[in-house]
């Protein structure tokens, strides 16, 4: 039987690895994944108490809301990243340091 | 009381113009190309005007529009005039800036009308989906807009730093949502407060809500440059072309706060418009003034030591957010008047400090401090005009900064946190010693002598008188802001 609960662990997990992969990466499209996995666990959480919670669709609404909300996250980071490693020639993060002196 | 669909459209006027005004720029930019020079300008400062036109015409419905998604009050209304008005001197401040001029500027324009819609619809929403999907409408433009000079290094760093740290903070905040509706089955905030109260919050719920607030002012912190979400600010400032720096540090931070009392005031504490209380088992107000220290004392002290202006100007924009925090936290009728004050004069003083480095960037391609001086030889004109911004940030009357401080400081006192106040006039002070550094070395440094005076532009010259005369005469007109945003401070509190 799986419950609320399990959806909820499966969520906390997905966000502290997300948190995690942010934190460590230093490849920009590898932190960029690391977001997807923040926005996706709140997704699984929307549609989770959606389901198990409350009467109305609201919840599974706002995870598509979220899923449209992120594809266009993902197309302006994409683009900032491929301009960057043209004139970088590199998606590495810590070369892109000219702002901190 | 909610509205439907289509009788709510009427309401919307002000951000249907500005989206249509948006798509009819970008058809003028592509299909008329010897006029799109003038045409695009023009065009977009109309549809500003048109809006405001229609925002002062259009009056609160005072009642949830589109079934509950968006307010229509008396706070909207503010909300919307002032975001319109700061947008309106950006595009004239954006006209004859020498970074922005070279490259082709048609979406400039765009993404400046969409931008200010969607920080209208951001400062009104009375939904979480609504919030989140307007949140992120203001950050994908504006970090479009930042790494708007697609062949400069430091615009391109930016940008993709302020995405990552925003994509970053909008996701925990996100998260928070998710588990606020979890907690309450809803995502329209009044029932989300009805829940919270009719229920009451005890035991692990008030933990649980604690992380929730905890996980959402993370998103409300990056969009008001709050300390501990504040890394990016210093960085975008100094590498986004300089009108957009000072689009950023005026509208989204004041759309920031309108949704961040919205959110606090309408969803998490109990009342009936005009006045508010504590919610049970949440102490918000603490977590507010503890941030609001930190913020402006980590703004101000960080400000001492920079070289860049553009950099010290983000600091210093990082110290206000914490005293307009302060506004915020002692959640009472005075202290939303004191944050709405302060929001609307610091529109003036901070656009016109910009606008003196853009005017600077233009001749000398600098933002260095130290190659200001010798300022008051070579224009004696742009150094009264930087003086008179500087003083008015510090909030040294009769300058309209003083308005704003004296709001704020005010509110606190008035519902007897003296020790914040305290604080708060401590780092005022603090803060005085780094715009003060700013006007020695243009006043009184000798610099070099052979730098020919300084030329400002025609458009660029009226902008600084625009500026100056609220600067200087609005501590005048007193009784009427005091009477207006005491008509603004109400804010719409029926449920669903």
Redesign the interface.
């Known amino acids: 039987m799986i419950t609320l609960q399990h959806y909820l662990l499966v969520s906390a997990a997905l966000f502290s690895l997300g948190i995690f992969g942010v934190l460590t990466r230093k490849n920009a499209v590898n932190v960029l994944m690391g977001i997807e996995l923040i926005l996706n666990s709140a997704n699984i959480n929307l549609v989770a108490f959606s389901h198990y919670n409350s009467a109305n669709m609201d919840g599974q609404i706002f995870a598509i809301v979220v899923i449209v909300v992120a594809a266009a996250e993902v197309a302006v980071a994409l683009a900032l990243v491929l301009t960057l490693y043209r004139l970088l020639k590199t998606v590495n993060l810590d070369q892109a340091d000219m702002l901190k002196r | 009381m909610v509205m439907a669909n289509l009788q709510s459209l009427r309401y919307c006027l002000p951000e249907l113009t500005l989206f249509v005004a948006a798509m009819v720029v970008v058809l003028v930019d592509i299909s008329l190309k010897s006029l799109r020079r003038i045409l695009n300008p023009s065009l977009t400062l109309l549809c500003l005007v048109l809006a405001g036109y229609l925002s002062l015409r259009a009056g609160a419905a005072d009642s949830g529009l589109f079934q509950g998604m968006l307010a229509s009050d008396s706070f909207a209304q503010f909300f919307r005039l002032l975001l319109i008005l700061a947008s309106f001197l950006v595009v004239i401040g954006s006209l004859d800036s020498d970074e922005l001029s070279p490259v082709h500027s048609g979406e400039f324009f765009v993404l400046l009308l969409v931008v200010t819609a969607g920080m209208i619809l951001m400062a009104n929403s009375t939904n979480?989906?609504m919030l989140?999907?307007s949140l992120?409408l203001v950050s994908?433009t504006s970090?479009?807009m930042v790494?708007y000079l697609?062949?400069d290094?430091?615009s391109?760093?930016?940008?993709?730093?302020y995405?990552?740290y925003g994509?970053?903070s909008t996701?925990?905040m996100?998260?928070g949502?998710?588990?606020l509706?979890?907690m309450t089955?809803?995502?329209n905030l009044y029932a989300i407060r009805d829940a919270f109260v009719s229920q009451g919050v005890d035991g692990f719920n008030q933990y649980t809500l604690l992380l929730v607030v905890l996980l959402i002012m993370a998103g409300f912190g990056f969009k008001t440059a709050a300390v501990p979400f504040h890394f990016w600010c210093p960085?975008v400032y100094?590498?986004a072309p300089t009108p957009v720096t000072a689009f950023l540090s005026v509208a989204p931070k004041a759309a920031g706060f309108g949704i961040l009392i919205r959110f606090f005031f309408s969803g998490l504490s109990q009342g009936t418009g005009t006045q508010w209380s504590m919610m049970h088992g949440l102490n918000w107000s603490a977590i507010l003034v503890g941030i609001s220290v930190l913020t402006m004392t980590l703004g101000n002290i960080a400000a001492l030591t920079q070289n860049n202006l553009k950099r010290m100007l983000a600091y210093s924009s990082i110290a206000h957010a914490g005293y307009i925090m302060m506004g915020v936290a002692v959640l009472s009728q005075v202290g939303l008047r004191s944050v709405l004050v302060y929001l609307f004069v610091y529109v003036f003083m901070n656009l016109g400090a910009f606008l003196v480095v853009t005017v600077i960037y233009n001749s000398d391609k600098t933002f260095e401090i130290d190659d200001y001086a010798g300022m008051s030889r070579r224009s004696p004109f742009l150094t009264v005009a930087m003086s008179i911004f500087l003083l008015s940030l510090i909030g040294i009357p009769p300058f309209s900064g003083f308005l704003g401080k004296l709001y704020v400081f005010g509110a606190v006192i008035d519902q007897g946190i003296i020790w914040l106040a305290v604080v708060g006039s401590l780092n005022a002070a603090i803060a005085a010693y780094y715009y003060m550094k700013v006007m020695k070395t243009m006043i009184l440094d000798e610099g070099d002598k052979n730098l020919p005076p300084l030329k400002i532009s025609p458009v660029n010259m009226s902008l600084l008188v625009v500026l100056l005369l609220p600067n200087v005469l609005l501590v005048g007109f007193w009784n009427s802001i005091d009477r207006w945003v005491a008509a603004s401070a109400r804010l719409f509190s029926h449920s669903l």
């Open positions: 979480l989906a989140y999907l992120e994908l970090y479009i790494g697609r062949t290094r430091l391109n760093e930016a940008a993709l730093k995405l990552l994509a970053v996701g925990a996100l998260y949502f998710s588990l509706y979890g089955g809803t995502l960085d100094a590498g």
